[in-house]
Nanobody, 124 residues
């Protein structure tokens, strides 16, 4: 059974940093893209960042470009999201996702597996 488990969320002041982790189990995703999405209350789930299996292709949304860094450790089957210079508008539940196809995609519907989410709250 495939599972993605996020951790690292919490409450932080504006301007602060958090690092999210997503550990996958049940199969290896080293050859496949993984990504992060987020969903704020009463809003649709939106793309944050994604990268290919060997980290050769990396994509960020305009909202987080320059502030967030996505990375992965294939030996640990884990993907990370380093979030810097956090803003109140970054407040959301953050979800990890994995896709069983080699091309990186930015739409939620293109991902096959999802974690349960971790709450990130940025206070002003």
């Amino acid at each position: 059974q495939v599972q993605l488990v996020e951790s690292g969320g919490g409450l932080v002041q504006a301007g602060g940093s958090l690092k999210l982790s997503c550990a996958a189990s049940g199969r290896s995703f080293s050859d496949y893209p993984m990504g992060w999405f987020r969903q704020a209350p009463e809003k649709e789930r939106e793309f944050v960042a994604a990268l290919s299996g060997l980290s050769m292709s990396i994509y960020y949304s305009d909202a987080v470009k320059g502030r967030f860094i996505i990375s992965r450790d294939n030996a640990k089957n884990t993907v990370y999201l380093q979030m810097n210079t956090l803003k109140p508008e970054d407040t959301a539940v953050y979800y990890c996702a994995a896709r069983l196809s080699s091309l990186v995609r930015t739409k939620a519907n293109d991902y096959d597996y999802w974690g349960q989410g971790t709450q990130v709250t940025v206070s002003s």
